[in-house]
């Protein structure tokens, strides 16, 4: 009285391969409760919640077809737009010290916007060719390895002064 129930356990199914249930209508609060509670999901307040174990899909749509989480070797967070980490701790960590790359080698990111780098005590700046780092705002002022073993030092817009295994010169003589 007040249940429809199977005759055993895991002995009915609701519905066949052929003949299906064409919607089910539960009430605010509703649970769907597996094997006696080992994982349940409960509906409040326009929320689902999954309790007592985990929940796998192949492939999760965020809000649309071009916003997804996907796993093939890698986890993937594709969006149409922008993706935003906003974490209340402020800090987007590694999984531990020292182990973790951003950015790999032949898929490295284009450009790094930041207002300070900080090695803390360790690591390494590599930039190889002939890189360059710029100083001031209008970009006419840098240190760049202007060619194998040289370090040439650039001050608005001209090269002014190098520095090579054996010797330090100007760009021309008398110049500085």
């Known amino acids: ?3 429809l129930s199977p005759a055993t356990s895991d002995g009915n199914a609701l519905g066949t391969t052929s003949l299906m249930w064409s919607d089910a209508f539960l009430a ?9 509670g080992d994982v349940t ?13 985990n929940l796998q899909v192949p492939r999760l749509e965020i809000d649309s ?8 070797t890698d986890l993937k967070v594709v969006a149409a737009a922008d993706i935003v980490l ?10 531990s010290d020292s182990a973790d790359s951003l950015g790999a080698s032949g898929t490295a990111w284009a450009n790094l916007f930041v207002d300070a780098i900080d090695l803390n005590g360790q690591g390494s700046i590599s930039m190889g060719g ?3 780092i710029d100083l001031d705002a209008d970009d006419d002022t840098s240190i760049r390895a202007s060619a194998d073993d ?27």
């Open 150 to 176: 040289v370090i040439t030092l650039e001050i608005g817009a001209s090269d002014r002064l190098h520095f090579g295994a054996a010797a330090i010169y100007p760009e021309t003589t008398d110049e500085i």
């Open 41 to 53: 999901m409960t509906h409040a307040a326009n929320k689902l919640s999954v309790a007592g174990g």
């Open 28 to 36: 605010s609060g509703a649970v769907i409760n597996f094997n006696n």
């Open 130 to 132: 002939t890189g360059r």
């Open 65 to 72: 077809a071009n916003d997804y989480l996907d796993v093939d």
């Open 1 to 3: 009285a007040g249940a």
């Open 86 to 95: 906003d974490p209340g701790g402020n800090n987007v960590l590694p999984g």
